[in-house]
């Protein structure tokens, strides 16, 4: 069908706009059916003179709100649409932006006077919408402008001011701005302000979890003020929020309760810094030969002078402490000296002990293995049987009591990485001729090893029948396939309290365990190294004694100091001893 072309409106012929119809009501049918699409000559297009939209405006109601402007829609207007941001918008958005990174740029120069002048420019425009990292900015220049005496009064009269404004403009503090407002509030001198503003952001909760370094001005503050209750109020909070102590805060704590003359709250800080720390600063143990010198510690009551009973608790405890309180009377006799190699105080001839940990944690470790062991077989998706790891815990304890567990297979394969290396059962069982060697109960110690590792051993005639005398001998055990044999010996280790002997840093099983403080100190009484140098063996034993603080059952106590670069031989002990 052929289509006539609809008649143009009274516009020259030269119009492209003339094509359009009076009115809704004439566009019938024949008109609804020309292409969209409509094929234009680029030299007509070019020619063509588009007519004003005033002289049409009348004829062409749809077109009215196009008619108040001789010129196309400009970009201008098309970016005032409600889906797209206008020009005063980005104009905004950049000033926020600009801003921010003046401010950053200030936190680096750590130029606070430049900083709030461009705050309070931006307070004076009212075009800038203030965001929380704004805030944060200030507030933590403000902060690390408190250890300049000539800025500090500003930097807290101003950081108060921008804080309120933050929270009177309903932006909620996250951790990093109420740390920077807590160290202000304590260099102040209002620890209260300091620990309520923690306190606010732990009730809101959310995303916001307060650090140690939130509640630390607090503390101290309530610490140098000498309000002790305050400070084990905050220490309280801490606990609840699931935060530990370190050094600066036990010892703020030690200080101010030895202070304010609380020798049972003394002796707990002790206890913390020997849980903690290990060996302590040079400044804490200035704090503490401080407290054994003072009048207060000498009037301090003994608990007693049973020495089995004290003997026994410190045995429970895993040694070198027994945590029943302070024993003797009189005063303290406070030395600095130097540990032999063996352990021996060279100021008061006593020895010291190699810390252990205690029954209850090794009871909790032992069984924290073993549901790591089962949930491990759970998630393994195996056709093959296998075997249950409490049929390893039924052999150790039908086979008797071993001083030693060796990791088998990263004993056979040190150094091994080589073209013609693999597993050498030699070094294997140089080891375990040493171990048995230095046992005082010529007790031989038990290999661990994986059946496909087994296996091929005995397949090889040299190695046969060293391996079959140790399945005989209940030396070797075999661990099932599927099965990772680090939970095998280091279960064996824990279980019978024994040494165990591997150059594995366990660092994977550190991050599976609950306490990974325990499972450190636990490898350091428990873990033996070794080395083949041209061949030859050397065992590197555990340390014989403990670089911690020490509480014998004689009521003294030995304290270790840092030293440098961690050479035991230049470490300076605080050895604490009592005339009676």
């Not at 005496?149 to 951790?175: H, W, Y």
């Not at 200035?286 to 003072?294: A, D, L, R």
């Not at 293995?369 to 390893?392: G, H, I, Q, T, W």
Request: charged share 25%; with cysteine; glycine share 6%.
């Amino acid at each position: 069908m052929k289509l006539n072309k609809p008649p143009l409106l009274c516009c020259s012929s030269s119009s492209l706009l003339c094509a359009a119809p009076r009115s809704l009501c004439e566009t019938f049918s024949p008109y609804s059916l020309i292409p969209r699409r409509v094929k234009v000559s680029s030299s007509t297009l070019a020619n063509a003179k588009l007519v004003t939209l005033k002289s049409c405006a009348a004829k062409f109601p749809l077109c009215s709100s196009m008619a108040t402007s001789d010129h196309p829609r400009s970009r201008h207007h098309r970016d005032e649409s409600p889906t797209k941001p206008n020009k005063k918008k980005k104009a905004s958005h950049n000033q926020e932006k600009n801003l921010l990174v003046s401010l950053h740029s200030c936190s680096k120069s750590k130029n606070l006077s430049s900083a709030l002048s461009l705050y309070d420019a931006a307070i004076a425009s009212g075009d800038v919408r203030l965001s929380q990292q704004h805030f944060q900015s200030l507030l933590y220049l403000c902060s690390a402008s408190l250890g300049d005496p000539s800025l500090q009064t500003l930097a807290i009269d101003r950081g108060f001011q921008v804080f309120e404004r933050m929270v009177g403009s309903g932006i909620s503090p996250n951790e990093a701005s109420v740390t920077s407002m807590a160290r202000l509030a304590a260099a102040k001198g209002d620890g209260d302000y300091a620990f309520k503003v923690v306190k606010d952001i732990v009730a809101v909760g959310g995303v916001s979890v307060p650090r140690l370094r939130t509640y630390a001005p607090a503390l101290l503050c309530f610490c140098e003020r000498l309000e002790a209750e305050k400070g084990y109020e905050v220490e309280e909070h801490m606990e609840a929020s699931g935060i530990a102590l370190e050094e600066v805060e036990i010892s703020a704590l030690l200080k101010v309760s030895a202070a304010t003359g609380r020798e049972n709250k003394v002796y707990r800080y002790l206890h913390k810094l020997r849980e903690c720390v290990g060996f302590v600063s040079e400044e804490t143990s200035k704090v503490i030969e401080e407290w054994f010198c003072s009048e207060k510690a000498s009037e301090v009551v003994r608990i007693g002078s049973d020495v089995e009973l004290l003997r026994a608790a410190a045995l429970k405890n895993g040694g070198g402490w027994h945590g029943l309180g302070w024993v003797g009377e009189g005063k303290w006799v406070v030395k600095k000296g130097k540990v032999s190699a063996d352990g021996e105080c060279l100021s008061c001839g006593e020895r010291l002990a190699c810390v252990d940990t205690n029954e209850v944690e090794t009871e909790n470790f032992v069984n924290s293995l073993v549901a790591l062991a089962v949930e491990r077989k759970a998630k393994m998706n195996s056709c093959e049987p296998m075997e249950d790891f409490s049929e390893f815990q039924e052999w150790i304890e039908k086979h008797g009591d071993y001083e030693a567990i060796l990791d088998g297979a990263n004993i056979g394969l040190y150094q091994q990485n080589f073209v013609d290396g693999g597993f050498s059962l030699p070094q294997l069982e140089a080891v375990v001729k040493e171990l048995y060697s230095k046992s005082g109960n010529k007790k031989w110690p038990l290999i661990l090893l994986h059946k496909k590792r087994v296996n091929a051993l005995l397949e090889n005639p040299n190695h046969r029948n060293v391996v079959e005398e140790w399945i005989s001998n209940d030396v070797l055990y075999t661990t099932p396939p599927g099965s990772n044999d680090d939970w095998y010996w280091l279960y064996a280790a824990a279980k019978f309290k024994c040494l165990l002997v591997t150059n594995d840093e366990m660092r994977d099983h550190i991050f599976e365990l609950l306490s990974t403080s325990f499972f450190q100190k636990w490898k350091l009484r428990h873990q033996v190294r070794y080395t083949f140098v041209k061949g030859s063996l050397k065992l590197e034993m555990p340390p014989p004694f403990s670089v911690v603080i020490q509480e014998s059952e004689k009521g003294s106590w030995h304290v270790p100091i840092t030293c440098k670069d961690g050479e035991e031989s230049l470490r300076n002990w605080m050895c604490v001893t009592r005339q009676s």
